[in-house]
């Protein structure tokens, strides 16, 4: 059983930066496209963007140039650098994992055939 534990979320006004964690456990051929997904209060959960276990990323065309996804040697954690955030980034963010075919799946914002999921971390920027 692949278990996802997600951090690093806060509260950082326009232009600031966070860093969010995601470990995995239980690692299984499963789980070897993992992402950031998001969902603000009111809206669809939206992806942000996927690491594959080769390395292969892709973004939300909202993130790109701002956010990036890479992930350690182990590739039991990966990281979604935030930078030059602003307020319509504000929403819970989730790390997930799915098997390797998501990563190169057209649908992969839709966060289907995503198995594992975190617990969520806060994302809040102000104006």
């Known amino acids: 059983q692949v278990q996802l534990v997600d951090s690093g979320g806060g509260s950082v006004q326009t232009g600031g930066s966070l860093r969010l964690s995601c470990s995995a456990s239980?690692?299984?051929?499963?789980?070897?496209?993992m992402g950031w997904f998001r969902q603000a209060p009111g809206k669809e959960r939206e992806g942000v963007a996927i690491?594959?276990?080769?390395?292969?990323?892709a973004y939300a065309d909202s993130v790109k140039g701002r956010f990036t996804v890479s992930q350690d040697n182990a590739k039991t954690t990966i990281y979604l650098q935030m930078n030059s955030l602003k307020p319509e980034d504000t929403a819970m963010y989730y790390c997930?994992?799915?098997?390797?075919?998501?990563?190169?799946?057209?649908?992969?914002?839709?966060?289907?055939?995503?198995?594992?999921w975190g617990q969520g971390t806060q994302v809040t920027v102000s104006s």
């Open positions: 690491i594959s276990h080769v390395g292969g990323t």
């Open positions: 239980g690692y299984t051929y499963t789980s070897d496209c």
């Open positions: 997930a994992a799915g098997p390797t075919l998501r990563c190169y799946s057209g649908s992969w914002r839709s966060g289907a055939g995503f198995g594992y």
